[in-house]
């Protein structure tokens, strides 16, 4: 099937996968810089699993995580990580409900990229899909994934932090947050005039 996407912004593709992604895909997910707030690294065939659970997601809803590529001066395109939206294969705590998440090869952190994709996936998710409500969530000690669902104008649901059911208890990661954003917060945003949180006059968060 033909996987529909947010529109370009203005440094970033997100756009269908293909079998070229699979390298570099396999590389970011062995980074265990990438990694810290994840169990473990994965393994090439945990890595080309997942790759082809994100694909099968596409198939089924029409929706997904989507690779994410930086726009080159010369035209081209380069791989750089995911964003997008997906529906948790697990039950979680708090319900069915639509996730936005993202992970990056660590060369391409602490330049916006995270913020602006995700950005994009959230009028994608509200404007074209119609969802009423869009959640994040991540260990408590993942404050970078933290910050940026702060910056998209998430609201934390404290009452809504949980264990991760798959992790055994003490462990490190054990503990999740959890944000939530409505559509009509989003439309609120948009009538109001204001940029969403963390958005630069160049549509950049950090």
Known sequence: MTV????PTARLLLRAWCEADRAPFR???ADPRVMACFPST????????????????HAQHGFGLWALARKEPSGASTFIGFTGLSIPAWQTPFGPRVEIGWRLTHDHWGQGYATEAARASLAYGFDVLQIDEIVSFTAAINRRSERVMQRLGMHHDAAGDFDHPALPPGHRLERHVLYRLTREAWAMARRGGRRHPGETAAGHGG
């Not at 529909?4 to 529109?7: K, L, R």
């Not at 994965?42 to 694909?55: G, K």
């Open 4 to 7: 529909q996407g947010p529109a």
């Open 27 to 29: 590389a970011m997910n």
């Open 42 to 57: 994965l393994t090439d065939v945990q890595s080309d699993a997942l790759f082809d659970r994100i694909v099968a997601h």
